[in-house]
């Protein structure tokens, strides 16, 4: 089970957040530090305020509490941070797991963690600053949300499709 230290943050959201597939949106960074009292908080709330379709975000400090909650959640699609020293440890042990939907390295060397780590499906990238990292999700998202929309006009829910075309163009403009 997650130990106390892991934090969960939730947006309220006018929206389903609920993807075509039947599973729901979540995102959690996994660091050692992450928790730290009052330390990161800036950060945190930087990245929670990504997406409103991404409602709760998890904040964990093992690999322990990420294994757990992706065994223990199998209706939920996580996009996940985490440093280089839990993705060089974790990633060939989670990669597989269906309710894992991507994964983003924060760390000082991008070259170890490219040898280490070789090529993932689920690995977007590999970044040494938050806001290279910050980016790159976005763009994702964007995709991500602008894909989900086409599926939606093509089940003709253009309404839903709706919501899922504006936050993809929100994220793709800045």
């Not at 975000?57 to 990420?66: A, C, S, V």
């Not at 990633?91 to 280490?116: G, P």
Request: aromatic fraction near 8%; include cysteine.
């Amino acid at each position: 089970m997650a130990s106390s230290l892991a934090t969960q943050s939730s947006n309220t959201v006018n929206v389903s957040n609920v993807f075509s597939s039947g599973k729901t949106l979540e995102a959690c960074w996994l660091d050692s530090h992450i928790c730290e009292n009052g330390q990161h908080q800036q950060l945190k709330d930087h990245f929670k305020n990504t997406s409103k379709l991404i409602p709760k975000w998890h904040f964990f400090t093992t690999g322990d509490q990420l294994q757990d909650y992706l065994q223990n959640n199998p209706n939920v699609k996580l996009i996940t941070i985490m440093s280089g020293r839990f993705a060089r440890n974790l990633l060939a042990l989670i990669s597989e797991k269906e309710a894992l939907h991507s994964v983003y390295v924060l760390t000082i060397n991008i070259a170890r963690n490219r040898e280490a780590l070789g090529v993932d499906p689920k690995l977007k990238g590999i970044f040494n600053t938050e806001d290279a990292l910050y980016d790159k999700l976005r763009e994702n998202l964007a995709q991500l949300f602008w894909d989900e929309g086409t599926r939606l006009v093509a089940s003709n829910q253009d309404n839903e499709a709706r919501v899922y075309f504006d936050e993809a163009k929100r994220l793709s403009s800045r």
